[in-house]
């Protein structure tokens, strides 16, 4: 797709460490050269600098970790593409919940799992009452942040993107997740929406369980 590619190990990520980690990679040995130089304060060999660079290189113990986890990395990402499925197909009963489309051609791992809803605020407030935690990913748009207010750019702006920050959500998602998790999630959404009347497709538990109150981890970043 690019030059170079560039890839978060977060711990809430697909493939997480347990601190700060990344990687680039490029098919462009002199770039990836560059970088190498600039995660290491712009060394070009120890003690000499060719540019100011950072101290970004990752640690022995995460990498050794990674490569642990790389090997169960596909499975993860293919129990989140069936999660995904099953939150599609249930949740086509419940109009006021819009799913972001899949690309064609694609096949995405679904880090996290965003729909957009009206009222985005009280949705969250409700599912976080019957013990579903959310995310917002994220709530602020760059061009309404302190850090660009020199910009001068007011609210409307960006209308297409002011609207979408204040109607997206993060549904729960990680591998382990099972289809039980996946109808709480929809039936506590389609009781706010349709006023408690139970999607006839969906089986299983019309109350989340304390697990999952416990388990409904959402990325982070």
């Not at 040995?29 to 101290?55: I, P, T």
């Not at 640690?59 to 990402?77: F, M, P, S, T």
């Not at 579903?132 to 910009?151: F, K």
Request: charged letters at 20%; one cysteine or more.
């Amino acid at each position: 797709m690019g030059a170079m590619a560039a890839f978060s190990f977060y711990p809430g990520k697909n493939l997480g460490a347990c601190g700060e980690a990344g990687a680039v990679t490029s098919s462009d040995a002199g770039r990836l050269a560059f970088v190498r130089k600039l995660r290491e304060h712009g060394q070009a060999e120890k003690y000499y600098h060719d540019v100011e660079g950072y101290n970004g290189r990752l640690d022995a113990l995460q990498a050794a970790l990674l490569r642990i986890k790389l090997r169960h990395l596909e499975q993860w990402n293919q129990a989140r593409r069936a999660i995904a499925a099953r939150y599609r197909e249930l949740l086509s009963a419940t109009p006021d919940v819009r799913v972001v489309a899949e690309t064609p051609g694609s096949s995405p791992v679904y880090h996290l799992f965003v729909v957009r809803v009206p009222e985005r605020d009280r949705v969250r407030e409700f599912l976080q009452g019957r013990g579903i935690s959310t995310g917002l990913h994220y709530p602020l748009p760059l061009h309404q942040q302190v850090a660009y207010r020199h910009l001068g750019l007011r609210a409307g702006a960006f209308p297409v993107t002011e609207a979408a920050a204040a109607e997206i959500l993060s549904l729960p998602m990680y591998p382990e997740m099972h289809a039980g998790h996946v109808d709480c999630v929809v039936v506590a959404l389609a009781e706010f929406f349709v006023g408690g009347r139970r999607p006839a497709h969906v089986a299983g538990r019309t109350t989340v369980t304390a697990g999952l109150a416990q388990a409904s981890r959402v990325g982070s970043t």
